[in-house]
């Protein structure tokens, strides 16, 4: 199937960082022609934009991640990451990426629990 592939998350204890990263599977694009986004969605929350890359490399975050994630890609090796520092318990949630134009299939995420 045609989707972003996250990886990176795990159990982590508050104050402590994460990498994530989201490869495509199934299909090969330039990577300089899109812009691309992760998202989370905590239990019971909808799913939310967290960070997001131009093509120009201009990023945006959520503010409440503002400071503490940033969002890069590497256009040789089609990855998009996502280095989350100083995490939080409500940073707690499933994570997913994709591109901007024409999403591909949300792909399963990857899950970041965030616990003391």
């Excluded at 199934?26 to 929350?45: C, L, M, T, V």
């Excluded at 707690?92 to 965030?114: D, F, H, K, S």
């Amino acid at each position: 199937q045609v989707r972003f592939v996250e990886s990176g998350g795990g159990l982590v204890q508050p104050g402590g960082s994460l990498r994530l990263s989201c490869a495509p599977s199934g299909i090969s694009f330039s990577f300089s022609s899109y812009s691309f986004n992760w998202f989370r969605q905590a239990p019971g929350k909808e799913r939310e934009l967290v960070a997001s890359i131009s093509r120009q490399y201009i990023t945006n975050y959520l503010d409440s991640v503002k400071g503490r994630f940033t969002i890069s890609s590497d256009n040789a090796k089609n990855t998009v990451y996502l280095q989350m520092n100083s995490l939080k318990p409500e940073d707690t949630a499933v994570y997913y990426c994709n591109r901007q134009p024409a999403p591909l299939n949300w792909g399963l995420g990857t899950e970041v629990t965030v616990f003391s």
